[in-house]
């Protein structure tokens, strides 16, 4: 086996030696697709340094999308990939896709080899995106955060434990001391938690450290969702491709309730949409609580396969729901009759958490400024129409919010920098407003629209303004 001398241009340090890969002879278990590329990660899961949750959602998938999204230093991360052994191609199997939805059904998007990501990395690594990485790097080096053991990941352990502290005192005093008319606050510093901890644990990037990460990670259990099941609807289903009809789940999955993209059939009820939809967004709380259950028993999230279950995988999942509805339902209970439990103590908590999450998560991709449906490749896309980079993608179907806003940053966890957070997933949400004057420059030099709000209350009434639109057969926007 040969060796090389190795220059990491991301960080401009020489280290010893690279390996040229060799083709895997041992026992595969573990192996991902990654520009085209067959790669054995099978004695990498305990050193990859995001930890093994998040390499296990490459497992079995083609990972390109989450190769080029996730490492801002792209030269560094290439030469730890050109180590790895390769598979032939020629030898690769897929599994047969599962799909969650008779109704809509598509082919698994990170199961089998994706057009978008697989014959054409430079959709992915495109002159935009470099350009976004190299000032984002630029930030980071003025920072002094550079170099082989430096992240831009972690750095919130305070205001993490400031929240926890207020939540335990919240819970403490409903729960225990009987002063229901705090429930209601509850509620909110549940979703807060899930927000401002588990969203950038489920990212990598709360902290450095992998089992911290974890920790973090399991937040999103005791809350009432699954970080499991997290992981796979919104690092898999959702990031990859916002707003497209045949990836996005978070654009498909609510149909018939609702239509949430142009390019699905209309029904008689979506014309009241924009009402009811309030009253749905309660409920997610609940739902997410219920139907991680049955997508853990059936093995798939809609059009996603869940990765092949862990020990720990196992024991987390069952954990964390005897956690949450000990915590929500069960003490409770015991403490206080049962129409007092459920009408004061579970329905507020789960109503007022469940509809803030979801306000949050759904305004940034649904209002007149963001796009949907853009065309991925030349196959898809009507003649002479340009097809944007996988960057441009992210940032013309999401939207920021209240930018100027210390407070919606800290109770937001960093979502009104939607577009940020989209291009740079695995950064710490901390870093999003000076990712944000970064972005918003390069936008405006390539005249790219950098969709931005000044209010909270300003995106929320285009969201119901757009829901309402898409409920009469009306809001796609045409692509510039």
């Given amino acids: 086996?040969?060796?090389?001398?190795?220059?990491?241009?991301?960080?401009?340090?020489?280290?010893?030696?690279?390996?040229?890969?060799?083709?895997?002879?041992?026992?595969?278990?573990?192996?991902?697709?990654?520009?085209?590329?067959?790669?054995?990660?099978?004695?990498?899961?305990?050193?990859?340094?995001?930890?093994?949750?998040?390499?296990?959602?490459?497992?079995?998938?083609?990972?390109?999308?989450?190769?080029?999204?996730y490492h801002r230093r792209l030269g560094y991360a290439k030469q730890v990939l050109a180590k790895l052994p390769i598979i032939p191609m020629s030898e690769v199997a897929y599994p047969t896709p599962v799909f969650g939805r008779k109704d809509l059904i598509r082919p698994d998007s990170c199961v089998l080899p994706s057009p978008y990501t697989s014959t054409d990395p430079a959709h992915l690594e495109s002159p935009l995106y470099t350009e976004l990485r190299a000032g984002v790097n630029a930030y980071f080096k003025s920072q002094g955060i550079e170099g082989r053991d430096a992240s831009s990941r972690g750095g919130m352990y305070v205001k993490s434990l400031v929240l926890l502290a207020l939540t335990v005192t919240a819970y403490y005093l409903t729960v225990f001391r009987g002063l229901w008319l705090f429930t209601p606050f509850v509620g909110l510093l549940f979703a807060i938690n899930g927000?401002?901890?588990?969203?950038?644990?489920?990212?990598?990037?709360?902290?450095?450290?992998?089992?911290?990460?974890?920790?973090?990670?399991?937040?999103?259990?005791?809350?009432?969702?699954?970080?499991?099941?997290?992981?796979?609807?919104?690092?898999?289903?959702?990031?990859?491709?916002?707003?497209?009809?045949?990836?996005?789940?978070?654009?498909?999955?609510?149909?018939?309730?609702?239509?949430?993209?142009?390019?699905?059939?209309?029904?008689?009820?979506?014309?009241?949409?924009?009402?009811?939809?309030?009253?749905?967004?309660?409920?997610?709380g609940i739902d997410y609580s219920v139907n991680d259950i049955v997508n853990y028993v059936r093995g798939y999230y809609v059009h996603i396969t869940l990765h092949k279950l862990r020990l720990q995988d196992h024991l987390l999942f069952i954990g964390g729901k005897l956690a949450h509805f000990a915590i929500v339902l069960f003490i409770p209970l015991y403490l206080y009759p049962w129409k007092y439990a459920i009408f004061a103590i579970y329905l507020p908590l789960e109503l007022i958490g469940g509809f803030y999450l979801a306000a949050l998560f759904a305004v940034s991709h649904?209002?007149?400024?963001?796009?949907?449906?853009?065309?991925?490749?030349?196959?898809?896309?009507?003649?002479?129409?340009?097809?944007?980079?996988?960057?441009?993608?992210?940032?013309?179907?999401?939207?920021?919010?209240?930018?100027?806003?210390?407070?919606?940053?800290?109770?937001?966890?960093?979502?009104?920098?939607?577009?940020?957070?989209?291009?740079?997933?695995?950064?710490?949400?901390?870093?999003?407003?000076?990712?944000?004057?970064?972005?918003?420059?390069?936008?405006?030099?390539?005249?790219?629209?950098?969709?931005?709000?000044?209010?909270?209350?300003?995106?929320?009434?285009?969201?119901?303004?757009?829901?309402k639109k898409l409920g009469q057969g009306e809001g796609l926007k045409k692509q510039a």
């Fill in 195 to 284: 927000l401002a901890i588990q969203h950038d644990a489920s990212h990598g990037a709360f902290s450095a450290n992998r089992y911290i990460n974890i920790a973090a990670g399991f937040m999103d259990d005791l809350i009432g969702g699954s970080g499991l099941m997290w992981r796979h609807q919104h690092v898999l289903a959702h990031h990859a491709y916002p707003n497209d009809m045949e990836w996005d789940s978070d654009t498909f999955n609510n149909y018939p309730f609702l239509r949430l993209n142009p390019a699905l059939p209309i029904r008689w009820w979506h014309k009241f949409q924009h009402i009811y939809i309030l009253a749905l967004y309660s409920l997610i």
């Fill in 1 to 69: 086996m040969s060796v090389q001398p190795i220059l990491d241009d991301a960080v401009g340090k020489k280290h010893a030696t690279a390996v040229v890969p060799a083709v895997s002879t041992t026992k595969v278990e573990h192996k991902t697709i990654i520009d085209g590329k067959c790669y054995d990660l099978t004695d990498f899961m305990d050193t990859h340094p995001g930890g093994a949750d998040l390499l296990m959602l490459a497992v079995d998938r083609d990972s390109s999308v989450l190769f080029h999204s």
């Fill in 366 to 467: 649904n209002t007149d400024d963001c796009e949907y449906n853009l065309p991925k490749d030349a196959a898809s896309a009507p003649a002479g129409t340009r097809i944007p980079c996988w960057a441009e993608m992210q940032i013309r179907t999401s939207c920021n919010w209240s930018c100027h806003s210390t407070l919606w940053m800290w109770a937001s966890g960093g979502l009104n920098y939607q577009i940020e957070h989209h291009l740079f997933p695995g950064v710490a949400h901390k870093h999003y407003p000076a990712l944000h004057k970064v972005v918003k420059a390069v936008c405006a030099k390539h005249k790219i629209p950098y969709n931005n709000y000044t209010t909270f209350t300003g995106i929320f009434l285009a969201h119901l303004s757009k829901i």
